[in-house]
């Protein structure tokens, strides 16, 4: 029987590349996002070759959330690897002119979603035990801070602790928990960010190598097949053209 992944975000970016990285090894896929076209254009491209089942899923809706993972396919019951991918950056301007809609958008997405989805998938995750992982995909943006960052760093880091933090209760049952933590990578994410500036995606990816959406991808499938005895707490990924800067000082004119 093929193992299951469950990929939050699988709609763009890092989550469409793991399906496809997934699907070459022959995984079964779960597929979930709330833009339902792409996940059937994704169907139809990989359900060829691999069993993949989709749902429509906004993971901020704690109910639908429980209702889509109630709803699996028998072929689908046993997951063994929970891909928590889902999630955006708004407003990168300073804090102090930031709508507070965008963060509630950006806590309900990064935080409360990545958490309904963890508490509705982690019973299948025990069932499976010995070898099961979750991947929560975190960012630079949780450890380092940077002018813009203010709700979405901070979700992050919520990330990264709720990761370490799931290790110590998971001990003890076999499931493995990584934070994947990216720097700069071409997706779908800074067109978000900037509420559709294409000029502004180009030109912060353009003179320079970001990663791509499927060497996270390489870095996610990595960490689900390694033996089950080894458990990567935080992979911190950047490009070799990214590197940390000096701290900011204000100065007098
Ligand atoms: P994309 O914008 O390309 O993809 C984001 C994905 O998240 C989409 O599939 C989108 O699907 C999904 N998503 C957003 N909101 C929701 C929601 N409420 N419910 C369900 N799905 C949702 O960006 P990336 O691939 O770059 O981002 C993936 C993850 O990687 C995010 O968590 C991001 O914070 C993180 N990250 C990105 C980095 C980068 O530089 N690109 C670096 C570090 C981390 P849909 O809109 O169809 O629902
Ligand atoms: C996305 C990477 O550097 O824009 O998490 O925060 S960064």
């Avoid at 997405?109 to 995750?125: F, S």
């Avoid at 995909?137 to 992050?156: D, F, M, Q, T």
Wanted: net charge negative; hydrophobic share 45%.
């Amino acid at each position: 029987m093929s193992k299951v992944v469950f990929i939050t975000g699988a709609t763009s970016g890092f989550g469409r590349a793991t399906a496809r990285r997934f699907a070459a090894a022959g995984w079964s896929l779960i597929l979930t996002g709330r833009r339902v076209e792409r996940l059937l254009a994704l169907q139809d491209e990989l359900g060829a070759s691999v069993p993949v089942h989709i749902a429509q899923l906004d993971v901020s809706d704690a109910e639908a959330v429980a209702h889509a993972v109630a709803q699996l396919p028998p072929a689908f019951a046993r997951i063994d690897a929970l891909v928590n991918n889902a999630g955006l950056a708004l407003a990168p301007q300073p804090a102090q002119t930031v709508a507070l809609q965008d963060w509630h958008t950006m806590i309900d997405t990064n935080i409360t979603g990545l958490v309904n989805v963890t508490h509705a998938v982690l019973p299948k995750l025990l069932e499976t035990g010995q070898g099961a992982s979750i991947i929560n995909i975190g960012s630079v943006a949780g450890e380092w801070p940077y002018p813009g960052g203010h709700v979405y760093g901070a979700s992050k880091a919520f990330v990264k602790q709720f990761s370490y933090n799931l290790r110590c209760d998971l001990i003890a049952t076999g499931v493995r928990v990584t934070d994947i933590a990216p720097g700069i990578a071409e997706t779908e994410f800074t067109l978000v960010r900037t509420n559709g500036n294409q000029a502004a995606s180009d030109a912060l990816y353009g003179s320079t190598t970001p990663l791509t959406a499927e060497d996270i991808a390489e870095q996610i499938f990595y960490v689900c097949s390694l033996p089950s005895h080894i458990n990567i707490n935080r992979l911190e990924v950047v490009p070799t053209r990214q590197a940390w800067a000096a701290y900011a000082i204000d100065r007098d004119n």
